[in-house]
């Protein structure tokens, strides 16, 4: 090859290298932003799973105490007309909105790690007070108005225990025991749902019957005799006829005693 050959190889040679350097910085380039954009994605979906986990306890116990006190609100106390439970505070409510709005504003910036930022602790903070200040405003509703359930239809327990030694009684007592169980077990936590609320009402209706069956319903004269007898005895003058005969057709006479003091 003449010397005019090789410089003219050597003058084609360098653009085409040149070319396949840059081609090949461009490509590593892209992929370096492709990677450093993966990164990026992948510090803000840890960032949104761990604010995700930070909110999700006290969030889904708001939810659940929420759900019980609407439903609540749904349903009026037949004897005042008024729902069960009153409207809560709506200034104690507006709390925890602004304070998520002060979350978001901040998070939408990105100027920080939101996760960590003072903002989140103050909406987690608000959040479980919010649950706890809603959960004792609807329960104690709640509790008020299982206690006006069971007012029409609790019994005296020195008189129910007096007549348990009839079978009949007994049989009926125990139908009635079992319901009462079921009732105040029903009751210890907030309805979450209709079905949980219905469930109450429907032994609260049984509860209503069963309390008829059980004919505790006895003459005033009656009822102080049978309660002095429970307590510290009865007198004499206590033991009317009207008292005899009630004993002689409900009770067994023969179980009683006269003692003197």
Not at 94 to 123: I, K, N, R
Not at 177 to 184: E, I, K, V
Not at 195 to 224: K, Y
Request: net charge negative.
């Amino acid at each position: 090859m003449s010397e005019a050959s090789i410089s003219e190889a050597a003058t084609t040679s360098v653009p085409e290298g040149i070319s396949v350097f840059a081609r090949r910085s461009s490509e590593f380039k892209a992929r370096l932003e492709r990677h450093q954009q993966l990164e990026k994605a992948q510090e803000i979906r840890d960032s949104l799973l761990q604010v995700a986990r930070k909110i999700d306890v006290p969030a889904k116990k708001l939810a659940q105490i929420l759900t019980s006190y609407l439903l609540l609100r749904e349903v009026y106390d037949s004897e005042s007309g008024e729902p069960i439970v009153g409207l809560f505070d709506r200034g104690t409510f507006g709390h925890p909105q602004a304070l998520l709005a002060a979350f978001l504003q901040q998070y939408e910036a990105f100027t920080y790690d939101v996760a960590q930022a003072q903002e989140l602790a103050l909406l987690v903070l608000e959040i479980e007070r919010l649950a706890i200040e809603l959960s004792d405003h609807t329960s104690t509703a709640w509790s008020n108005y299982t206690r006006t359930l069971r007012a029409q239809w609790e019994v005296d327990q020195k008189l129910f225990n007096t007549l348990a030694h009839q079978e009949e009684q007994r049989k009926a007592q125990k139908q009635y025991s079992d319901l009462a169980a079921q009732f105040t077990n029903n009751c210890r936590g907030l309805p979450k749902n209709r079905e949980e609320f219905e469930a109450v009402i429907a032994l609260h209706e049984q509860l209503c019957v069963q309390r008829e069956a059980l004919n505790l319903d006895v003459p005033e004269e009656v009822d102080l005799f049978l309660k002095a007898v429970a307590g510290q005895g009865a007198t004499l003058d206590m033991l009317t006829p009207n008292v005899l005969s009630w004993l002689a057709n409900e009770d067994d006479p023969t179980r009683y005693r006269i003692k003197r003091l």
